[in-house]
């Protein structure tokens, strides 16, 4: 039978997508659009405009209009939509992960589990709700003597570019329009050419919401035209991204011109450190490997892709971690039993399989998978989940962010040399801590060059800081941290007399 999501297109009620800008749907100035194919069957889903450099100046100039009014707007009034607006995610949630399963292939199964949930994301848009109106800031003494105090304001930043990645759309949109939406920004968004359509949904629901025309724009399209158009706008006050490294080096590049303030949310070669003294290794090992191959297909930049292993517990870690790999199921992303989705297009199916033929030119041990699925799915992007054992640190599959269902697993024989290993990576982003000693949790904790550490396991939520070190990005998405970043911060000095000061 072949695998087919043509029905579900209809049943969703899915459309071409449009533009939305200053509160109206229209299509590209020069009419181009973008064919979607699904990654799970290889069918075209549908298509959506492609927004050219004319498109974003207008979305540019709708948020600058919409900045005067917004930022001005009272906290009661934001906290209130921003509140509305969570509660319609809320009851649209169904609707949501079904737009999602026809974007990017995410299982429904899959798209339920918090961490990139709508759930998630209307919980985000409530916690931020939460700051609207703490914005506050200092009074200050003089400090040399005079008549005068000091004081501190939370201003809006501007226009904010927010630039999103294909994989976890709920919840990114989330944690980068709703911090910024409580600070009085205004938004030209731009999704993923693969995860448009539920993000086009979710700007619906805004408008639902009473969201005033202007404050968030989106401009659909791939990278080249209209993420560069964006980035090189010289309205945007800040461009909050999250993707590639790659990408993220780019828009580094393009705001130095003018000197945009920027967050990048990027990539990971996160460690999972399993100690001998871990309370459940086959825990931490179908943990490990679940994040590598359930829903995602370990296309998450947190995952923990690199398993560093205590050798005495090492075999122990691998027949658990296979027998987390033989659970996988794949198939129909609407089918609730399928647990795994398909790498997201043609391209990183070959980089996956490109990294894997390396692993074993590079000599590390094949324990299971190492190819592309066949049958039913052989239309679309699956690879079978992977494991290479005695995989050099130094090696690249030890070292780069592979995006796909594949880990490497690296033997330790001290703590020491289990930090110095996790340690020794360009990335920064997460990481786990498996053991049963409380002292030794926070000690390695502490001593990791990581963003989020996990000890036993970990649960990401909107209220908590997430981000990378080294060149997992700059800045943090979730909690005040985003809030602030969000902000621009304010001093006016005072006097109090009409002596000069
Ligand atoms: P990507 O970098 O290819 O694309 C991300 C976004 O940037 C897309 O909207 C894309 O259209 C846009 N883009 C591409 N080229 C551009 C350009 N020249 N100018 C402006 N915009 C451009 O990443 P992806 O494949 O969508 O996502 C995977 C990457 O995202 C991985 O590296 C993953 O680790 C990272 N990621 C990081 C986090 C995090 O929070 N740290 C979360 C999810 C994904």
Known sequence: MTLTVQPRREELGLKDGLLYVDGRW????DGSTWTHRHPATGETVGGFAVAGAPDV??????ARRAFDAWSRERAGARVKLLHRYAELLRTHADELRGLQALDNGVPLSFGGIYATSVDMA??????????VDKAGGQTLPPYQGGDHIAMTFREPVGVVAAILPWNAPFVLFAQKLAPALAAGCTVVLKPSEYATFCVLRMVDLLAEAGLPDGVVNVVTGPGDPTGEALIAHPGV?????TGSREVGRRIVQASAGMLQRVSLE???KSPAIVFEDAEDVGLAAMTTMGAVTMGLSGQACVAHTRALVHRTVYDEFLDAAQGMAGMITYGDPFDPSVLAGPLINERQLDRVLGHISRGREERARLVIGGERLAGELCAGNFVAPTIFADA??????????IFGP??????FADEEEAVRLANDTEYGLGAGVYTGNAKRAFRVARALRAGLVGVN??????HVPFGGYKQSGLGREGGLAAFEAYTELKTVLLPLTDELM
């Open 26 to 29: 229209r299509a590209a100035h």
């Open 57 to 62: 100046e207008d979305a540019v100039t709708a």
């Open 122 to 131: 209307a919980d985000a848009f409530d916690h931020h709700a939460g700051w």
């Open 237 to 241: 006050d800040k461009i909050s991204f």
């Open 266 to 268: 990027l990539g990971g």
């Open 392 to 401: 050099d640190n130094a090696s690249t599959i030890a070292q780069e962010e």
């Open 406 to 411: 594949v880990l490497a697993v690296v033997p």
């Open 457 to 462: 396991g970990f649960q990401l939520e909107p």
